[in-house]
């Protein structure tokens, strides 16, 4: 994922309007010296009150002319609903969740929020709507609470307060001797790869975004720390569009719909259930690389739904 989004993923994986400040968006491109290719069109127009319907129709994509990457792929999301991605390595999975972010045009087909073709939005308007949680959780030399007000400056520290109890953070940050006030970061206090995940949740929760795409972390955690997460990811996902890319047994047994993702295209849909019971791809994956994550799970004393 990293390759993918880059420096752009770690910016929205803050929270931050990353395409708030045009200044910003050009500066970033001005330092990779590209020109940025994403810019709002003469007549773009905002979302006001979007539902989140997201819907990606016959997309095909390449990073260059030469590989395609996405070919005829269409999916849905209806609002409040949760889809899965799930699919072999390299599939094209995580270029489907940056195709939804804008990162990229299709070259072909259009991908769609409420109706509307992304290419017609502003792209402020897309980046209040759309809220990234990737693996990685950057935490700047600063204090908790500037941390967590990176997602929403005007933020009070009540509002701080909820989002941080929303992702079970709070407790941890009130034991601490100097609470919100704590630094982190490179130089600061140190949190755990669970406490960094919980934070990038509560700031995901203050920027209240309406789809939230997700690239869950593959990475094992202890077995409280795993629990806290999901929790906060599922106070986090409720009653919002997501799309996550999946690795966990939960999120895929929980999910609205799962595509499976293979070769740039959907080559199944369905429950987890159903899918099961279609004896495909998804069956294989689900056996093969799933079984592996019920293991680790039973050497660590849990139940199979991590
Ligand atoms: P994984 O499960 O391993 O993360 P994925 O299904 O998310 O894989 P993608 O990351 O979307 O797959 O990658 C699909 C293909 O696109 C891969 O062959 C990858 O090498 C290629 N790719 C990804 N990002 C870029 C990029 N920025 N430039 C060129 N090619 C890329």
Redesign the pocket.
């Given at each position: 994922?990293t390759?993918?989004f880059g420096p752009i993923a770690s910016l929205a994986n803050l929270g931050v309007n990353v395409y708030g400040s045009v200044a910003l968006f050009g500066r970033l491109f001005e330092y990779f010296d590209e020109q940025p290719e994403i810019a709002d069109k003469p007549n773009a127009v905002q979302l006001e009150q979007p539902i989140g319907h997201v819907e990606l129709t016959d997309v095909s994509f390449s990073?260059?002319q030469n590989r395609p990457?996405l070919s005829h792929l269409s999916l849905v999301a209806e609002p409040g609903e949760m889809i899965a991605l799930v699919?072999?390595?390299?599939?094209?999975?995580?270029?489907?969740s940056s195709l939804v972010a804008r990162l990229y045009d299709p070259q072909t087909g259009a991908v769609r929020i409420d109706g509307v073709d992304l290419r017609d939005l502003t792209l402020l308007s897309l980046a209040k709507t759309i809220g990234v949680v990737t693996q990685e959780t950057y935490l700047f030399h600063a204090t908790l609470a500037e941390n967590l007000r990176f997602a929403k400056p005007d933020a009070t520290d009540e509002e701080l307060v909820r989002a941080a109890q929303a992702a079970a953070i709070h407790e941890m940050i009130a034991d601490l001797p100097d609470g919100y006030d704590t630094l982190v970061g490179e130089r600061g206090h140190k949190l755990s790869g669970g406490e960094k995940q919980r934070i990038a949740i509560a700031r995901m929760i203050l920027k209240d975004p309406r789809i939230v795409l997700l690239d869950e972390a593959t990475s094992a955690l202890d077995s409280a720390s795993e629990r806290a997460v999901q929790d906060a990811l599922a106070v986090l996902l409720k009653g919002r569009t997501s799309i996550v890319?999946a690795h966990r047994l939960s999120t895929i047994v929980d999910a609205d719909r799962i595509y499976v993702?293979a070769r740039g295209t959907v080559v199944e849909e369905g429950t987890h259930e159903a899918l099961l019971r279609k004896e495909g791809l998804y069956a294989n994956l689900y056996r093969e690389q799933f079984e592996r994550a019920v293991l680790d799970a039973s050497d660590r004393d849990l139940p199979a739904s991590v």
């Open positions: 994922l390759r993918l990073y260059d990457i699919g072999p390595s390299g599939a094209g999975k995580t270029t489907v890319i993702i």
